[in-house]
C-alpha cells in the first residue's frame, strides 16, 4: 500500500502474519520498494505455546498435543548481580528516579507497582545443593537488613513529627535496634490480616508505630527530665509494652520520687521490673513502713537502691531478717536503710552473711556488731580482702578499742594506713601510734581520761585527721569563742564531729542591721547587683565599698563608649 504526497513520504509498516515455521518479520520501505530489511524475531515461551495451540486447532480441527513448558523453563535466568538489584528496586522505600519509560514503577505508590516488579520467590529458586543455600541465605539476610533500615526511616519520620530534633532522633534510633525490629516483626505479621493484604510495608510500621503510642511516650518521658539513652533502654526493658513504662513511672512517682532519678531507678531495677505489679511493690513499700523506714524517706531509698524494687517481698522479709536475727529494733533498721539503702537491697546475702561472720570473728560481741553496722552501715560496702583485712594488720593488737579498726569510712583508711607505715618507717613505737590522738585530745582539747575511749568509739574518723592543721586550728577557734577548755572537753565527748567541721561554717551569721541592710542599700542605690554570699558579706567594709567604686567606674566608663559611638 502505498500513499504519495507533495511534502511528506509516508512509510507504512507492514508485517506479514507469522506461520508454524515462520518468525521473520519484514520492513517495507514504500519509496524504495527494493530495498527489504528482515529482523529476526524470537517470541518467549509462553507466546510461542499459545500460538501453535491456536493454529493447531484452526487447521486440523484437532487438538495437537503440545509440551507444557516448566515453570523454571519460562523464566530467563538471571545472574546475581542483577538479583540483587531488583531485590532491592523492590524493597527500598524511595526509589531512585529512572529514566523515562522504564519497566519498572518509579515509587510504591503508583498503581501498577504489584505487576511491574517481579516477585521475590523467583529470585531464589534452588538449582544446584549448597551453594544454592548460602546464596539464598545471603540473599534473604541482605533482604532483612534493607527491610530494617526501611523501618527506621519510617521511625525516624514518625518521631521528627512529633517535633523532636534531627540529631536528638538519630542519637534515640541508633539505640533502639531492638525496637525497630519488633516493629518490622509486627508489620510484616500484619499482613496476614484481610484488611492489610494489599497494603504497603510503610503503611503496615506506621500503623504498628501510630497503636503503640511510642512517640507521645518519648515525648512524655523527656518532659519528666530522662535522657535519651535512658528513653531508649527503657523501650528495649518493654518489650513492647511500652504502657507499663508510663504506669510504673505514675508509681514512682507517687512515693516521691522524681526528677532525673526516674529514670535512674527504672533502668537500675532490673529487667522484669515491667511485668511487676502495682500490689506487689506497695506491700515492699508498706514492710519497710512498719519497719522504721519513714515514708518521706521512701524517695531517697528507693533512689539509691532501685534493687529493692525487683525482690519479691519473701527475699526482702528473708534480707531485712539478718539484722533483726543480730537484735536491731526498727529505729535502728529505718535509720540504718535511710542513711546507706544498699545495706539491705544491693549485694548478696552470702556477702551479707560473711560481713557479719568476719566481723564477729575479729573479736567483737554480736550487741557490738548491730551498733556498729546501725551506726556504721557503709561498712557493708568495703571489701574484706581489699580493705578491712590491710586495716586490721596494720593497727595492733594491744589497741584498746579494736572496734576502731573497722569504724573507718573508706575515704579515710587509706590516709590512715599511710600514716601508720610513715612513723613506723621514722621508728616511732605502735604502741605510741594511737597515742598521738589520745595526748592531743587531754592536753588539748580538754577531754579527760574516762572520756577517750567514748571520742575515739563515736569519731573514729578523727585518727585520720591533721592534728597540726584540722584539729588544733577548731580547738583554738572555739577556746577564742569564750568557751572553757573543760566545756570544750564535754562538748567532744558528746559530739567528737565538733572537730572535724569547717569553722567558717561554725561562725555566727552577719549582723542584720550592721552589714546587710546598710550594704543592701548602697548595691541598690548604685544600681548593682552581685552576689549575695560570696562577695556581699564575706569582704570587708574596705574591699566592699573599694568593690562597689569599681563597678561604677566601669560602667561609667561602657556609658560614655556607647553615647559617643551613637553621636558619631
Known sequence: MFISCQKYNLYLLCSSVPLRNSTTCSIFNCQNPNEHHSILRQPNSKSTAYLLHHLSHKDDGAPIPIPIPKPSELQDPMPHEEKVKVLEL??????SPQFPGSIYAQ?????????????LRTLFQSSDGKDNEEEEEEMIMRALEIRRKVTEEVFKEAVRKGKFG?????????????FIDYIMIEAANLKRLPEFSNSTFNLRAKIVIDDSKVVPLIRWLKHNAISFPRIAKLILMSRGNLEAVRSFVEWLKSVYVKGE??????????????????????????????????????????????????YSLDEVKTRAQ????????????????????????????????????????????????????????????????????????????????????????????????????????IGVRNDAIDNMLVIFLMTKAGVSEKDIAKVVALGPELLGCNIAHKLDVNVKYFLCLGIRLRQLGEMIADFPMLLRYNPDVLRPNYS?????????????????????????????????????????????????????????
Open 107 to 119: 515509587s510504591p505508590s503508583d498503581s501498577d507497582v504489584g505487576s511491574s516488579l517481579p516477585p
Open 322 to 425: 539478718i539484722y533483726h536475727d543480730m537484735g536491731l529494733n526498727e529505729k535502728d533498721f529505718g535509720t540504718m536503710v535511710f542513711d546507706f539503702p544498699k545495706v539491705l537491697g544491693y549485694y548478696s546475702m552470702e556477702e551479707m552473711n560473711a560481713k557479719v561472720n568476719y566481723l564477729k570473728e575479729f573479736g567483737l560481741q554480736s550487741k557490738d556488731v548491730v551498733r556498729l553496722i546501725a551506726f556504721r552501715p557503709q561498712l557493708m560496702a568495703c571489701s574484706i580482702d581489699e580493705r578491712w583485712k590491710p586495716l586490721v594488720n596494720v593497727v595492733d593488737s594491744e589497741i584498746k578499742f579494736p572496734m576502731i579498726t573497722v569504724l573507718f569510712p573508706e575515704g579515710n583508711a587509706d590516709n590512715f594506713i599511710v600514716k601508720v607505715r610513715f612513723f613506723e618507717d
Open 90 to 95: 523492590s524493597l527500598v522505600r524511595k526509589r
Open 166 to 178: 534531627i540529631t536528638y532522633t538519630t542519637n534515640l534510633v541508633t539505640r533502639l535496634s531492638g
Open 261 to 310: 532519678f526516674l529514670g535512674v531507678v527504672m533502668v537500675n531495677a532490673g529487667d522484669n521490673i515491667f511485668q511487676r505489679s502495682h500490689a506487689e511493690l506497695d506491700e515492699i513499700v508498706l514492710y519497710l513502713e512498719s519497719n522504721g523506714v519513714r515514708r518521706d524517706w521512701m524517695e531517697y531509698v528507693i533512689s539509691r537502691c532501685p534493687q529493692l524494687l525487683s
Open 512 to 568: 542584720l542591721e550592721g552589714r546587710i541592710i546598710p550594704r543592701h542599700k548602697v548595691l541598690v542605690e548604685n544600681q548593682i547587683n552581685i552576689k549575695l554570699r560570696y562577695i556581699m558579706l564575706t569582704s570587708t567594709d574596705e574591699e566592699f565599698n573599694k568593690m562597689v567604686k569599681g563597678i561604677i567606674r566601669k560602667r561609667l566608663r561602657f556609658e560614655s563608649a556607647v553615647t559617643n559611638e551613637d553621636t558619631t
